[in-house]
């Protein structure tokens, strides 16, 4: 079921519909991680199905990051249930078709060619009938195929085919949609979160709906997620949610692999961030200058005073850029609470204990004593008296 998508859902029924009367179409559909890309492919693949006009499997085709290399690798995941109709086509593109996706001796350099080819097998494969392709993760896709899908899906006119693209942003990779039409996943209003959390297997306290709702910001994966990871106690409400909750693997996936990409000190800096609770820029950037010249001084060269200044503003420049948090009026803001749980999590024990000593440190200084026993107590092993 898909919750809360009623203008998205209408695109793709009118892109189906055109499909079944012979006016073909494709659409992209962009969006960042778990807002539900693959879910509104999935219900155009359900939708047609209901309507009986697929008589085969639906194309489908998946961008894999580790083939963005392969040349017409995307293409022959999407063509290969249809490759039996190729003798259809003229000589010319046979050649073309058959040397790109290597299933014969010839080998075709022609990627005008091999587009139109394409083009022509699934015009082929749709005289039989209406014909969906479903194209996930198209950001991976590589060059050449996308090149060729692309180049089909501007040319369907008079085809009974529905062409559907989901792509992912902000992963480095952009898919380049030349100019087909596009929709933008949002997160979902409250409506729709809410209707998404009263379907979970988890029951949650009424209270706790609203917090997990909050926690998740409107993502979908988030919020599916997000109750199974609680512990009993939390999903009764008996204890408060932090929003450095223990990411589960799927979101952990999502949002931790970004983060471990990142350079040492974003990844420095986005840890004292989610450790800190003030959101003060002075405070966040003092504590990482802390750590940045301890880091220094453990190796061969010892940061001064300045260059630790530096590389912290560097660090913030880049989370910036990275659209990980942001500084507003009211201080250090991240992008999603999601993104500070990730930022904690993805550090280790012992880098998390040592931002908490420099924020301790750090809030010494701005006389915020109830800030500096709070963070030595993070960063305490066992009881401490002195904490205490």
């Known amino acids: 079921m898909l919750y809360g998508r009623g203008e998205e859902r209408a695109a793709v029924d009118r892109l189906l519909d055109g499909a079944e009367k012979s006016r073909g179409g494709a659409l992209v559909v962009r969006g960042a991680a778990g807002l539900g890309k693959s879910a509104l492919l999935g219900y155009a693949a359900q939708r047609a199905a209901a309507t009986g006009w697929l008589e085969r499997p639906v194309l489908r085709a998946s961008g894999i990051q580790s083939e963005a290399e392969l040349p017409f690798a995307g293409l022959h995941q999407l063509l290969r249930p249809v490759l039996h109709l190729v003798d259809r086509l003229v000589p010319a593109q046979q050649a073309a078709l058959r040397g790109a996706l290597e299933l014969g001796a010839a080998r075709c350099g ?6 139109v080819a394409a083009l022509d097998l699934l015009s082929e494969a749709a005289e039989e009938g209406p014909l969906l392709c479903l194209v996930d993760d198209a950001q991976w896709l590589d060059r050449p195929s996308a090149d060729a899908l692309v ?22 990779s952009a898919f380049d949609a030349g100019g087909l039409p596009e929709v933008s996943l949002g997160p979902l209003d409250a409506e ?20 997990v709702a909050a926690l998740a910001a409107g993502i979908p994966l988030a919020l599916v997620e997000l109750p199974a990871s609680l512990t009993p106690d939390q999903r009764a409400g008996r204890v408060p949610l932090d929003d450095r909750l223990p990411l589960p693997a799927r979101l952990d996936q999502m949002y931790g692999a970004r983060l471990r990409e990142l350079p040492a000190g974003t990844r420095t800096l986005l840890l004292v961030a989610a450790a800190d609770e003030t959101g003060d820029p002075t405070v966040v950037l003092g504590a990482t200058q802390r750590l940045v010249a301890e880091a220094a001084a453990a190796g ?32 250090v803001v991240f992008r999603h609470p999601l993104v500070r749980s990730a930022a904690y ?42 904490v205490a």
Do not use: N
């Not at 550090?347 to 915020?368: I, N, P, Q, S, Y």
């Open 345 to 386: 999590q993805v550090a280790g024990f012992a880098a998390r204990r040592a931002a908490h000593r420099a924020l301790a440190d750090t809030v010494a200084g701005v006389d915020r004593i109830d800030q500096v026993a709070w963070h030595r107590a993070a960063a305490a092993l066992g009881p401490d008296e002195e």
């Open 300 to 331: 061969t060269d010892a940061a001064g005073t300045d260059a630790a200044a530096d590389a912290a503003d560097a660090a913030l420049d880049s989370a910036e850029r990275a659209g990980l948090l942001r500084i507003d009026d009211s201080g």
């Open 192 to 211: 729709g979160a809410a209707a998404l959390l009263a379907c979970s297997a988890v029951p949650l306290a009424p209270g706790v709906v609203a917090s």
């Open 110 to 115: 022609d990627r005008f060619l091999v587009s």
């Open 151 to 172: 180049f089909a899906g501007r040319r369907l006119g008079a085809e009974r085919i529905a062409m559907l693209f989901a792509a992912r942003d902000g992963t480095g």
